[in-house]
């Protein structure tokens, strides 16, 4: 069983198909230095940018053309080095060293120069045709950091140039310089990393013989060293007898002095680490001491002991509040759109004189279900999505993971699987693709089979409404309330997802927790502006075009099944009272059951499925009042057991058809996708036995 | 800056204390990514936060904060430093 699947290998398909006249430039630098900003700035694509270490794992191309040129431009995965200990470091080595690029371009961080000056030194190491962008120069400067572009640019021995690309300053600068690089009109010295005197030398013997062996253009000095480090292979030199022998000597001679294995290892990266500490030295001037004073400030207070948990979920309940309180107009809005449009539909197709069944296939069927499923996803995933995005640009789901990391290493997980979490709260599929964030593929098996077990957006309408007229005194249809009871099954969501995890780990996904390391980034302004509005529009149109592409055959089958009969009752009957005994066990009955099944492609459509058995109207439809529908269920033998058990079956089923689509395509397996449909789907039924069969014997209903 | 000469694992490090990167006691691939994070010998490290439970705690380590497991932590060997 494969656990990657996103085809990273292989630099040509990288790049996608590239035009004879296109020059390929590259985008190399570490997570969070805004690379995916200056990349959505020179190509004007759309790519979502967030202050989340390590989210281009997908390699992300775009074009652009300055000065009569065509350039293709290819964003690298974010690394902090190319030692190769991760396939996103793989990736960006292997593009760099495949020689396709005319240029590439590292961006930096100015606000921590030093840790990126380490990245560009390796790259140097590979290419002279290197560009380095010193990007948020407006952050720096409001930390008080100065960075001396000329001076860092004579030390390089390459091009920089100094940029904001947020507010779009400095691209010109850097078009221009891509430009000049990449038509080769200048050929710049780069610097020359020295190494400790035996590495020298032993570099020294090697470099003669791999002089006469050309590989691709690569430097004879890095090829040397990757040999030396028994890296052979990426270097793509053929270890032959001559070779060996000289190897071996050199071997021998950094034996001597102590530096093998390990040991050698240490001394290249620190020669790399205190060259570019003295770079930074001398090229950036920082004139307040305390810069970060605030960031750690509000570190304090947000991971603290006793406030750390209740901030966050505090936070939580403040967005589903905003999303819950917001998407209710929208929603309006676009029901009464929708059945204006039903209407006209209805009229249209009756003037033809066409058969009832059409319309009642065609309108009942697919477009109303169609029409329900955008009318309820798309106001709370457009409020959703933005609201979390800014969080998430802010700098703010990295203290989550680092929060909750404790909880998930005693259940031999990840702390960034906190992450992929938060985003399954949007949408599982989305949070089942962010779950490439998580190095270790056991760990990403374990956050990818977990992810439902928090419920998306569109369960969340259930759970309120359940939870509302069955638990809430009163009626609590809106303000705070809905929100906290959220919350409160959230928690349950989430304890269920870290015992599922422990159990994953303890059976078939059997190992250690792997190394945890999370860079906690500073705090950043969220871009609220044209940018993000049209990013966050990808990811939420994006989600309600697959919902949408999966409801529509389920409205089709679900009108047929209800306006078919065979001896008296519909199909819709026949199927529910098959399923009776069962559902019974499990505190359900066979209508809640069926809709279940039926809505495996949008979760959304479960209670009106429910509610159009019951009428047997044959039809989605919309019900006024809650007090109206707590009666409608009650008449149909729902106790405050029956509701609970719903609300404990929707948290805990198979997942939606758009997630389990995107497992399949995440792990490349039938059979992980097949577990991910089990998983929870005997957690829910195991829950709910326990529940309704508990209550019986207790008598309380 | 003046060191103490006794050395703990940067897993005791208390917060807000800074210490300088005497020894790595891993190895190979766990080891590298430490020194891919900049925690090379000599380097200047400061515990800056914790997490509620007490780990993993986050650490400055040449201009950018990293959260490290205390069992990863314990592994890295520093010098105190009276600053």
């Not at chain 1, 149109?541 to 697959?546: A, C």
């Not at chain 2, 914790?50 to 959260?67: C, L």
Request: aromatic fraction near 8%; charge should be neutral; charged fraction near 15%.
């Amino acid at each position: 069983m494969r656990f990657r699947g996103d085809g990273l290998g292989g630099s040509s398909s990288l790049v996608g198909r590239v035009a004879p006249d296109e020059l390929i430039i590259a985008l190399a630098g570490n997570p969070n230095t805004g690379k995916s900003t200056v990349f959505n700035q020179l190509t004007g694509l759309k790519q979502h940018t967030g202050n989340w270490p390590g989210k281009t794992v997908a390699v992300a191309h775009g074009r652009f053309e300055y000065q009569g040129r065509k350039f293709r431009l290819v964003d690298l995965p974010g690394t902090y080095s190319l030692s190769a200990s991760s396939v996103e470091e793989e990736v960006a080595r292997d593009f760099i060293c495949s020689g396709l690029a005319k240029a590439i371009v590292v961006v930096t961080d100015a606000t921590c120069l030093e840790r990126n000056l380490n990245l560009v030194l390796q790259i140097l190491e590979i290419t002279r045709r290197v560009i380095v962008c010193v990007n948020l120069l407006d952050e720096a400067e409001r930390k008080h950091i100065q960075v001396d572009l000329n001076q860092l640019s004579s030390i390089l021995g390459v091009p920089v140039v100094g940029t904001c690309a947020r507010e779009g300053k400095g691209l010109e600068d850097l078009r221009a310089a891509i430009h000049h690089m990449a038509l080769g009109t200048e050929d710049a010295s780069p610097l020359q990393i020295n190494y400790t005197q035996p590495i020298e030398t032993a570099l020294a013997m090697l470099t003669p013989i791999l002089a006469s062996r050309d590989k691709n253009g690569l430097p004879v000095r890095w090829r040397a060293l990757r040999l030396l480090m028994e890296d052979s292979e990426t270097a793509g030199d053929e270890l032959d007898e001559d070779l060996r022998l000289v190897l071996s000597q050199a071997y021998h001679l950094l034996q001597e002095h102590n530096l093998a294995g390990d040991r050698l290892h240490d001394s290249i990266v620190s020669s790399l680490v205190h060259t570019a500490e003295h770079i930074a030295k001398s090229a950036v001037t920082v004139t307040k001491r305390d810069y970060d004073y605030r960031d750690r400030s509000i570190d304090r207070i947000v991971t603290s002991r006793h406030l750390g948990i209740p901030i966050m979920l505090g936070l939580l309940a403040l967005v589903f509040w905003l999303t819950l309180k917001g998407a209710n107009y929208p929603s309006r809005v676009l029901f009464a759109t929708f059945s204006y449009i039903e209407e006209k539909l209805t009229s249209f197709i009756t003037t033809r004189g066409w058969p009832q069944f059409i319309h009642g296939f065609l309108v009942l069927g697919v477009y109303r279900t169609v029409a329900w499923v955008v009318a309820v996803m798309l106001p709370p995933m457009a409020i959703f999505f933005p609201l979390f995005t800014f969080l998430e640009d802010l700098g703010y789901l990295p203290r989550i993971a680092f929060n909750l990391d404790n909880y998930f290493k005693r259940a031999c997980a990840h702390g960034k699987q906190a992450m992929s979490m938060c985003m399954g709260f949007g949408c599982n599929a989305a949070g089942v693709t962010a779950c490439r964030i998580i190095e270790s593929p056991r760990e990403r098996m374990i956050a990818i089979l977990t992810n439902n077990f928090v419920p998306c957006n569109g369960r969340f309408p259930l759970l309120i409404t359940l939870a509302s007229i069955f638990f809430v005194a009163g009626n609590a249809g809106s303000g705070i309330v809905p929100a906290l009871v959220l919350v409160g099954l959230i928690v349950l969501s989430i304890f269920t997802t870290l015992f599922i995890s422990k159990l994953l780990s303890h059976t078939i996904l059997k190992g250690l927790p792997s190394a945890f390391t999370l860079e906690l980034p500073p705090y950043r302004r969220p871009q609220v502006g044209r940018i993000l509005v049209r990013s966050l529009l990808d990811r939420t149109l994006f989600i309600l075009g697959r919902a949408v592409a999966v409801a529509a055959p389920a409205g089709a089958i679900v009108w047929i099944l209800a306006n078919n009969s065979v001896a008296g009752r519909t199909l819709l009957q026949h199927l529910a009272s098959w399923l009776e005994p069962f559902a019974r066990l499990i505190g359900l009955d066979g209508y809640i059951l069926l809709a279940f099944m039926l809505a495996l492609p949008a979760n959304e459509i479960v209670i009106p499925i429910v509610l159009m058995s019951y009428t047997q109207t044959g039809a989605l439809f919309e019900l006024d009042s809650l007090l109206e529908l707590r009666n409608l269920l009650v008449q149909n033998g729902w106790t405050w057991v029956t509701a609970l058990c719903t609300i404990l079956f929707s948290l805990n089923h198979w997942p939606c058809g758009t997630t389990l689509l995107t497992i399949r395509q995440e792990t490349q397996s039938w059979r992980w996708t097949a577990l991910s449909f089990l998983l929870p789907a005997a957690t829910g039924i195991g829950l709910c036995f326990l529940v309704a069969q508990a209550s019986h014997l207790l008598g309380l209903i | 800056m003046p060191s103490s000469g006794s050395t703990i694992p940067l897993s005791k490090l208390p917060l807000g204390q800074q210490g300088i990167v005497r020894e790595l006691r891993s190895n190979s691939r766990a080891r590298r990514r430490l020194l891919d994070l900049g925690l090379v010998v000599d380097t200047i490290v400061e515990a800056v936060c914790q997490s509620p439970s007490g780990d993993p705690k986050a650490y400055q380590i040449r201009g950018t904060v990293i959260a490290l497991r205390a069992e990863e932590a314990a592994s890295v060997i520093i010098e105190r430093t009276e600053s």
